[in-house]
C-alpha cells in the first residue's frame, strides 16, 4: 500500500494549512491512519490518530487546532491544522495500518513540509 502525502507549504503565524494523505494498492483496508511530524533536531511524533469507525486521538500540542479526518471511500486521510505557530514547523508524515492481501500491514508517506514564519 502506498501513501501519497500533500498540501504543505509555507504560512505566516495564525495561518491554516489542509493535508492530505491518499492510500494506493489493491485489496487493501485501513484500520488507523495517522499523522506525525518531525521537527530539526527532534523525533518523529504523533500528532493525530483516526481509526476506521471515526475515533480520534490527539497530542496535546495540536489539541484544539488540528483535525483529522478521514474519507474511507477514497481512502484519503486529512489534517486541517488552524491557528499555527512557528513550532509546528516540520515534515509531516501521514501513515497507515490495516491488512493487504490478508496480511498487516504498516506504511508510511513520503512528508511534506509544514513552515510556519513568524
Known amino acids: 500500500v502506498q501513501l501519497q502525502a500533500s498540501g504543505g507549504g509555507l504560512v505566516q503565524t495564525g495561518g491554516f494549512l489542509r493535508l492530505s494523505c491518499a492510500a494506493s494498492?489493491?485489496?487493501?483496508?485501513?484500520?488507523?491512519s495517522g499523522w506525525y511530524r518531525q521537527a530539526p533536531g527532534k523525533q518523529r511524533e504523533l500528532i493525530a490518530l483516526?481509526?476506521?469507525?471515526?475515533?480520534?486521538t490527539y497530542a496535546d500540542s495540536v489539541k484544539g487546532r488540528f483535525t483529522v479526518s478521514r474519507d474511507n471511500a477514497k481512502n484519503t486521510v486529512d489534517l486541517q491544522m488552524n491557528s499555527l505557530t512557528p513550532e509546528d514547523t516540520a515534515v509531516y508524515y501521514c501513515?497507515?495500518?490495516?491488512?493487504?492481501?490478508?496480511?498487516?500491514?504498516?506504511?508510511w508517506g513520503q512528508g511534506t513540509q509544514v513552515t510556519v514564519s513568524s
Open positions: 494498492g489493491s485489496m487493501f483496508s485501513i484500520i488507523v
Open positions: 483516526i481509526t476506521t469507525g471515526g475515533r480520534t
Open positions: 501513515k497507515a495500518a490495516g491488512s493487504s492481501s490478508n496480511r498487516p500491514f504498516a506504511s
